[in-house]
């Protein structure tokens, strides 16, 4: 799950599998994680490069070393089947015995994100873990998230 206010301020791999609320990995504002991602996004940015392609790389670098610290493997345009259909995200992060502990899909900054997700979802990607990603101050998609939230507002 990614966490925005304003910049990028936390990474969280779950562990979804066994306990959906614990966090397998955070990474704080200050991590030199966090800090070469925004440092490598605005670089890009201020050579006027906004295309999905052009500014995934950024994103990409910071999931791939971040799962690589719970021992976990950015695998990209891995093709799978979600609710039947053949999809290929960008990016699908793994553990030791190759299961699925997420999913990324980079969008264009110029893209609606929300109608791109709607999308997305329509064409049967997961939505359990997964990031949708422009680069903008955004949101995640990570279904115990939604649970853990109702459940702490009830009484």
């Not at 996004?41 to 799962?67: C, I, M, S, W, Y």
């Not at 553990?95 to 899909?105: P, S």
């Not at 990607?125 to 990570?142: A, G, L, V």
Request: with cysteine; proline share 5%.
């Amino acid at each position: 799950m990614v966490k925005w206010v304003g910049v990028l301020v936390s990474l969280r791999l779950t562990d979804s599998c066994y306990d959906a609320y614990e966090p397998m990995l955070e990474l704080a504002a200050n991590d030199p994680l966090i800090k070469t991602y925004l440092k490598d996004l605005q670089h890009l940015k201020n050579q006027a490069v906004t295309h999905e392609l052009g500014l995934r790389g950024p994103f990409q670098n910071l999931l791939d070393k971040a799962a690589k610290k719970r021992g976990w493997t950015l695998v990209t345009e891995l093709s799978t089947y979600s609710g039947g259909r053949r999809v290929v995200p960008d990016g699908t992060v793994r553990d030791e015995y190759l299961l699925a502990r997420g999913w990324w899909e980079a969008k264009d900054t110029s893209d609606k994100l929300a109608s791109e997700i709607r999308k997305k979802i329509k064409a049967g990607y997961p939505t359990r873990n997964t990031i949708f990603e422009d680069t903008q101050p955004r949101c995640s998609i990570r279904t115990a998230a939604k649970r853990a939230s109702s459940r702490s507002a009830s009484p």
